[in-house]
């Protein structure tokens, strides 16, 4: 199958059992999740209950012990190359080349993934995120907060129908925070499905349309945002994380 034939599946992401374990310990007890198309499902947990893992799994960086993942209808496991052409990443890990520039890291990722009219994207992605002016500077000098919006920017270079953002405001300020998020609405939001991690109730659920609490490596709740308040989700998220 092909990443055109994978267009039929109704869900740009289905998650079915899944569990990983390290050694001894299982950080994910069997997970399931699906979104259409379109939404946008925020996952929040506390530190260590394996949203980073679900993340990396997702990505295909990483292998689940059990379970499944499709993306578009594509097995994550059998077929990663054409997974990884629908989704983009914005994780811990910047997956940039310091020894390059912001224009020339962007050009390797759309070359890599066969992005046509690839220098008007990239110029335009560069705007989008800001760094026009920075484009011919060595990533290696630039802040935390330029590699992330670069980071952003690597994500969409090649259009992916899935975003997977793994607790993307981390490191930094309110600033940072504001013009991360206004970016992802600009590029992503109605156009796109995205799964996130976050630590932050308000901003994560302001953001979504679909809410999940992952605890102890198990989905334990799951609904819409609809008529969902940042406090009664606080209550929500206190009582949940308890109960596991």
């Known amino acids: 199958m092909t990443p055109e034939t994978s267009a039929a599946s109704d869900f740009s992401i289905e998650v079915e059992g899944v569990t990983k374990a390290f050694g001894p310990k299982m950080v994910l007890k069997g997970v399931d999740l699906r979104l259409k198309k379109g939404e946008f499902l925020t996952i929040f947990g506390p530190n260590g209950a394996g949203k980073t893992t679900l993340i990396k799994i997702a990505a295909t960086i990483s292998q689940p012990t059990a379970g499944k ?38 050009e390797f990722f759309g070359k890599m993934f066969d992005v046509p009219n690839l220098k008007e994207k990239v110029s335009s992605l560069l705007s989008q995120v800001g760094l026009s002016a920075n484009r011919d500077q060595r990533v ?13 920017a690597r994500a969409f270079v090649h259009d992916p129908p899935l975003l997977l953002l793994d607790e993307p405001e981390t490191g930094l300020d309110q600033q940072g925070i504001a013009m991360l998020m206004g970016t992802l609405q600009a590029l992503g ?56």
């Not at 077929?79 to 914005?90: A, H, K, T």
């Not at 290696?140 to 952003?152: D, E, P, V, Y």
């Not at 932050?200 to 999940?212: F, I, K, M, N, T």
């Open 69 to 106: 993942i499709r993306i578009g209808g594509l097995d994550a496991r059998k077929q990663p190359s054409d997974v990884r052409r629908l989704i983009g990443v914005v994780s811990h890990d910047s997956m940039l080349y310091g020894n390059l520039t912001a224009y020339e890291n962007l």
């Open 189 to 244: 939001a109605g156009q796109r499905t995205i799964l996130m991690t976050t630590h932050s109730l308000e901003r994560g659920l302001r953001s979504c349309s679909r809410v999940a609490i992952l605890a102890h490596g198990r989905i334990v709740y799951h609904e819409t945002t609809a008529g969902l308040e940042a406090d009664n989700f606080a209550d929500i998220y206190r009582e949940y994380t308890q109960l596991w």
């Open 140 to 152: 290696a000098t630039f802040s935390h907060g330029m590699q992330k919006r670069l980071s952003i």
